[in-house]
């Protein structure tokens, strides 16, 4: 039985998968999903985070500490979602609704 091959290219949907923007906006919504599980005693934390593209950095030098969890108590008053790892709780909690946002991102591509 005869076949086709079919070359499907795909080059300016991968160029757009690595621009600065798309890495904005990804970095950006992540930092909004992440911002309710980020343990806040005064708020310095939280307001310290900066999106940039593909990632999201806390500029407080006790940042990494506090990520990492160890040796600490969690204080939930005012975030009750707070946790150390809090990028691997938001992934669980708004992976599926960050997938859709890129989903829409890209379908206005």
Do not use: N
């Not at 998968?17 to 950006?28: E, N, P, T, W, Y």
């Not at 599980?37 to 806390?58: C, Q």
């Not at 204080?75 to 997938?99: F, N, V």
Request: contains cysteine.
């Amino acid at each position: 039985m005869p076949t086709v091959d079919v070359k499907v290219d795909c080059s300016e949907i991968l160029g757009a998968l690595k621009s600065d923007a798309f890495g904005q906006f990804v970095a950006s919504r992540a930092l909004e999903y992440m911002e309710p599980y980020v343990p806040f005693r005064t708020g310095d934390l939280a307001k310290s985070a900066v999106a940039t593209p593909f990632k999201v950095g806390y500029g407080k030098s006790y940042a990494r500490r506090v990520w990492e969890g160890t040796g600490m108590v969690i204080r939930t008053q005012l975030h009750p979602l707070a946790t150390s790892h809090w990028e691997s709780a938001a992934a669980a909690a708004h992976g599926g609704e960050l997938a859709e946002d890129v989903s829409e991102y890209l379908s206005r591509m």
